[in-house]
């Protein structure tokens, strides 16, 4: 059994290599249950499960993948984290153990990769400003993807409710050689921006339906939750709107809820979702429209990103 930590995970899924796994494994079939939530406490804490494998039509030897996912709010009291997570795979023919992978990595580089990967197929072309709201841990791994992924982007900046947090994440981005610095005002940031990625725990919209112009994309990565939203529901209303998977989407993604119950657009308004985006054809890019990629996360993904670590994609 290997034991892969988040450093050598890191090493083993580098974006370019992520992107085309997802591209080429989101075409083809992934089982996914739904996904288990548990409160092993009785205090409102989770387990979460999230199982996923590939049917035997696909490939005969395969993973068997488990992401576990504990999520304890009360430990910010104790000063411990509140989440842990590892991912655990086994072979799917026999069941035999094979790795033990860092979930919390996994669940970064995976996340990233697949708001890239939205905006590689949804954005302008000739997008070359990107702007990334947030400080936590994915804001880098986002503007690394992104950058991975539409290599024309020359821009980035980076917006936080503290700046001097947006200016410590600018300039560590700007050390490793990407052209990043701290935002100025939210609201003419995201009216300059070709490409907008969040990654906020907001419970209210952060940007304007007012701010947005045409032709932008934006990338909502935060807000999984019906109760959380970082841009305005209105925004939905105009702009082309696709999902990671449509049905998490519909059950979880705050500001599709909230637009579905204000009546602003109905279910039928998510185009598609990146499983089908991956097996084309991929939409003709308005200059004009306004696309919207809404990620809360599923087990395919981290599927893929195992895949690629152990060296285990499908054929083709």
């Not at 986002?142 to 947090?165: D, F, I, Q, S």
């Not at 200059?287 to 990620?295: C, E, Q, Y």
Request: charged residues 20%.
């Amino acid at each position: 059994m290997r034991v892969i930590d988040a450093a050598t995970l890191a090493e083993l899924t580098p974006y370019p290599a992520l992107l085309d796994a997802l591209a080429g494994g989101l075409a083809r079939p992934i089982e996914c249950p739904q996904r288990l939530h548990l409160d092993p406490t009785g205090a409102g804490d989770a387990l979460l499960l999230m199982p996923a494998w590939r049917p035997a039509s696909v490939m005969q030897a395969g993973l068997l993948g488990v992401k576990l996912v504990t999520a304890y709010p009360g430990n910010a009291a104790k000063g411990l984290p509140a989440v842990a997570a590892s991912y655990t795979a086994f072979d799917r023919q026999t069941g035999q153990l094979l790795a033990v992978l860092d979930g919390t990595e996994l669940t970064v580089r995976r996340t990233a990769a697949a708001l890239a990967l939205g905006a590689r197929w949804l954005a302008r072309e000739g997008s070359r400003r990107l702007l990334v709201i947030g400080t936590g841990a994915l804001s880098q791994p986002l503007a690394r993807a992104h950058l991975a992924a539409m290599p024309g982007l020359a821009e980035v900046r980076v917006w936080g409710r503290v700046a001097a947090k947006a200016a410590r994440v600018a300039g560590m981005l700007a050390a490793e050689g990407i052209p990043a610095a701290p935002a100025g005002a939210l609201a003419d940031e995201v009216a300059a921006a070709d490409v907008i990625v969040t990654a906020t725990t907001a419970r209210e919209p952060l940007i304007a339906s007012v701010w947005v112009r045409e032709g932008t994309h934006l990338g909502l990565a935060g807000a999984f939750t019906p109760e959380m939203a970082e841009a305005d529901p209105a925004l939905l209303g105009r702009a082309a709107l696709w999902a990671d998977e449509r049905e998490a989407v519909l059950a979880k993604g705050g500001e599709v809820v909230r637009a579905i119950a204000a009546g602003i657009i109905g279910p039928e308004a998510i185009r598609g979702d990146l499983a089908s985006l991956a097996r084309g054809p991929r939409p003709a890019r308005d200059p004009a429209a306004i696309t919207v990629f809404k990620s809360v996360g599923f087990a395919a993904l981290d599927l893929i990103a195992a895949e690629l670590a152990l060296g285990c994609l499908p054929p083709g």
